[in-house]
């Protein structure tokens, strides 16, 4: 986890602008380098370092001599920097993972660099040879990268929108931050003065297609036969490899743990595969909640059952509540069901920060996107609506999920690790007959749960756990989170602002008053940047008025609650 940071063709003084670079400094509290381009003085890189790999040759921008005219800033994890290196015979000069795009870029081009990357990615990569700059996002946005141009070709981007919020230029009309779309790559030509002239945006990876670098894997190309028994080892089989290959870290590695399906596998499987590796220190798993919390309970029948070293955050709604404005500011979004399931994860990865030296921190991301995990699947009128709603939600993920998991770790200076969103697993996943991946037997996720029945790998109990929310979970049934938020902020806002609200807020209009709220604490932050988020994530096929899954006719309470 890093903050990277540049302008190209800036108009006012650059030591005036890098004041905006320090917005994002807690993205990497390890060091800091603000650094000009030789031969063009309005271009410059700022970056935040979070040591994770190569602690001695690991800042940047990264520059190497064989490639004196290349400059690269990036903000990831390549786990497959060796493979390509042994495949491709590159000469490394540094441990950098990230020194594996320097190479592949000189022998194949923009394009083919991007899609053989087998990780997570956001980069800025400068060609003052050529002339050109390139920025590229992983397939899932799993790190979050955001940029505007100007009419006249002044180019900002930055990690997080709030580093470009008061970046200055010289034209008149207002130019618009935009996260940058996952997935793609784009090209831009430079001229002598800096500014620069997009060329080519181009979509180098979907989430549907096998990845490229799966030619060069350590799991070899699998069976096509679609036989129950055949694709449920072969889910195992790359779920392993998922979370193997995120192993990749010269810090400790922790983990999240709601006691709910996905993160418990998550842990369970780190935890086997530590052992295999021989990780010199015990892996800490960490879970929030009220007393009565029925993920707190879950988490720590999971935690004894696969030996953890268990921490347990006490959360308090007062707490909760004290904490929205900080949270609302980190995300840089005013979604509902993202603010209430972010408060939860912001204070966990506080309590990280402040209490342990873990610093890598696994977690389920992505699974109920993939597996069609929400509740609301149930609903889905055809398998076919629902395989086309789960994709449309995975490209969403950078809009709410996603941003969720790395704006609360990332404002702790944690480096979040996500192996369900691992391109060769969900690429296979994706394939696979849309029947399979629906709802069993009243169950969701029933095809993942069933892949793993029978390997102690989790107490059976949490195997076949109902689906509750985070943002529910960390509270007892009898009176959810957000209740209690609503309780709240019923006072905070009056019933004259509600009927202004449409005239208020015509983009994405809040219908409730905690809507409203976030709205104008939002505001408040990032005043008229509202087109952020295109829409409120909100479950199908329902009548549903709130995002959370306990409001639903269909929700079930688990039987202990």
Request: charged content about 25%; hydrophobic content about 35%.
């Amino acid at each position: 986890m890093c903050g990277i940071w540049a302008l190209f063709g800036s108009d006012e003084c650059l030591s005036v602008q890098c004041t905006c670079a320090m917005k994002i400094a807690h993205r990497g509290p390890d060091a800091f380098r603000f650094e000009n381009v030789n031969g063009f003085t309005n271009c410059c890189f700022g970056f935040h370092r979070l040591a994770i790999v190569d602690q001695l040759y690991g800042m940047q921008p990264l520059r190497v001599k064989k490639f004196p005219y290349l400059w690269l800033c990036y903000n990831g994890e390549i786990y497959n920097h060796q493979t390509l290196k042994s495949a491709f015979d590159f000469d490394y000069q540094t441990k950098m993972d990230g020194e594996v795009l320097l190479h592949l870029y000189d022998r194949f081009g923009i394009k083919k660099m991007a899609s053989l990357l087998d990780g997570v990615f956001a980069f800025i990569l400068l060609d003052t040879a050529n002339r050109r700059v390139y920025l590229g996002r992983d397939t899932y946005g799993v790190r979050p990268l955001f940029k505007f141009l100007t009419d006249d070709g002044f180019l900002a981007v930055c990690s997080e929108a709030k580093g470009l919020a008061e970046v200055t230029h010289s034209m008149e009309t207002a130019a618009s931050i935009v996260p940058f779309l996952p997935g793609h790559f784009e090209v831009f030509d430079l001229k002598l003065n800096g500014k620069v002239k997009s060329s080519q945006f181009e979509q180098f990876h979907c989430c549907t297609r096998e990845p490229a670098h799966a030619l060069y894997d350590t799991v070899e190309r699998l069976s096509t036969d679609f036989d129950e028994e055949t694709v449920k080892r072969n889910i195992r089989r790359l779920f392993e490899n998922a979370v193997r290959k995120r192993l990749m870290a010269h810090r400790r590695i922790g983990c999240l743990l709601s006691g709910g399906l996905d993160s418990s596998l998550v842990a369970a499987m780190l935890l086997k595969l530590s052992k295999e590796e021989k990780l010199q220190y015990s892996i800490q798993t960490f879970s929030i909640g009220s007393e009565d919390s029925p993920d707190v309970i879950a988490a720590k029948k999971v935690a004894a059952h696969i030996g953890s070293e268990h921490h347990v955050v006490e959360f308090t709604a007062e707490e909760g509540i004290k904490t929205v404005e900080d949270v609302i500011f980190h995300l840089e979004t005013y979604d509902i069901t993202t603010i209430r399931a972010s408060v939860g994860m912001y204070l966990v990865s506080k309590y990280i920060r402040e209490k342990t030296d873990s610093v890598v921190i696994f977690s389920g991301e992505g699974s109920d996107e993939l597996t069609q995990g929400y509740i609301y699947f149930h609903k889905a009128p055809s398998a076919k609506a629902g395989t086309e709603d789960s994709i449309r939600l995975l490209k969403e993920l950078y809009l709410f999920d996603v941003l969720r998991a790395d704006r609360t770790t990332a404002a702790h200076g944690l480096e979040l690790r996500v192996p369900f969103l691992d391109h060769r697993f969900t690429a296979y996943y994706l394939s696979l007959p849309e029947e399979m991946r629906t709802p069993k037997d009243g169950v969701e996720k029933h095809l993942l749960r069933d892949s793993f029945k029978g390997l102690d790998l989790i107490p059976d109990e949490i195997l076949w756990r109902r689906k509750e929310a985070f943002s529910d979970g960390i509270m007892s049934e009898k009176k959810s989170w957000y209740t209690c938020l609503q309780e709240h902020l019923d006072s905070v806002v009056n019933n004259d602002q509600m009927e202004k609200a449409t005239k208020t807020f015509p983009h994405n209009p809040p219908r409730t008053k905690e809507a409203y709220y976030y709205r104008q604490v939002f505001e408040k932050f990032y005043p008229g940047r509202a087109k952020w988020l295109s829409h409120y994530w909100m479950p199908r096929w329902i009548s549903a008025t709130d995002p959370s899954a306990r409001t639903l006719s269909i929700y079930k309470p688990h039987k202990d609650q």
